[in-house]
């Protein structure tokens, strides 16, 4: 069973960085896509980016150009490089990954937020 373990959050200025880091403690073998959501306060979760193990990517539109996404399969690690923030971007950040047996997991999340 995969158990997800998010670290990277904070607070920062907008125009600066962060980097998020997400990991399966439990090193499962039959994880395929990984990927990050958010929720902001009284909004509903949304995706930020996914990517496959064969590393195909896929960005929310409001994230392109901004926001990278990568990962690690052997380490069972995905990673989002989060840049030119914008107060807009303050959420909790929730990591994501389904198997190859159809199932789903997330992450306990952790807080960005961008001060303007």
């Known amino acids: 069973q995969v158990q997800l373990v998010e670290s990277g959050g904070g607070l920062v200025q907008a125009g600066g960085s962060l980097r998020l880091s997400c990991a399966d403690s439990r090193n499962s073998f039959n994880i395929n896509v990984m990927g990050w959501y958010r929720q902001a306060p009284g909004k509903q979760r949304e995706l930020v980016a996914t990517?496959?193990?064969?590393?195909?990517?896929n960005y929310a539109d409001s994230v392109k150009g901004r926001f990278t996404i990568s990962r690690d399969n052997a380490k069972k690690t995905v990673y989002l490089q989060l840049n030119s923030l914008k107060p807009e971007d303050t959420a909790v950040y929730y990591c994501y990954a389904d198997t190859f047996w159809g199932n789903a997991y997330w992450g306990q999340g952790t807080q960005v937020t961008v001060s303007s």
């Open positions: 990517i496959t193990t064969g590393g195909n990517t």
